[in-house]
């Protein structure tokens, strides 16, 4: 199954270990020097994150236990999206799950990856707006606490290191850069 990956060239991939969350593949490779090694990569499951603004510019941030880090992490709303599911049906879903957000006016600010050079994980971002609240329905490993800031505030949380979530810290700063704030 050989097969070139830009300007590398894939002899065979073997994949590790897989489960519903990602999968580790160990690919042999001849390097764009011309040499012979090997080269892993982790897949993870697509994912969306969401920035809920209300009407007073205040956001609604997640504070939970996060298991691979030891400690809790404050976030904007984000989760994994389910296979076949479209990123904004996926927004839709976590926004409801975990703070029992809804709203009318969401906008889509592309995308970005966790980290380029071993991971491929992409996340959507996404901004809603005219909010209306209803009831949780987080899975059953998650333990969510709901909170609001303003805007600014959430971005001086980034620049203290309070928010280190990568996919927030980005959605967090693009919203507040480009505009997004109260129209």
Not at 52 to 65: C, E, I, M, P, S
Request: net charge negative; proline share 4%.
């Amino acid at each position: 199954m050989e097969k070139m990956h830009g300007p590398w060239r894939v002899l065979q991939t073997e994949t590790k270990y897989k489960d519903e969350f990602l999968s580790l593949c160990v690919d042999e490779v001849i390097k764009p020097n011309g040499e012979p090694g090997s080269y892993a990569t982790v897949q993870l499951k697509k994912g969306v994150a969401v920035l809920a603004l209300d009407r007073d510019g205040k956001v609604y941030l997640t504070k939970q236990f996060r298991y691979a880090t030891g400690a809790d992490s404050i976030e904007v709303i984000c989760g994994g999206m389910d296979d076949g599911e479209e990123p904004l049906a996926a927004a839709r879903r976590e926004a409801r799950e975990e703070l029992g957000v809804e709203g009318e006016q969401w906008e889509a600010l592309d995308f970005l990856y966790l980290e380029t050079s071993m991971i491929k994980g992409p996340v959507h971002l996404f901004v809603v707006k005219d909010l209306h609240c209803t009831t949780t329905d987080p899975d059953d490993t998650e333990d969510i606490k709901g909170f609001k800031v303003s805007l600014p505030e959430a971005v001086r949380m980034v620049m203290r290191g309070q928010i280190t979530h990568g996919p927030s810290c980005a959605l967090l700063l693009k919203a507040y850069l480009t505009g997004k704030q109260i129209d």
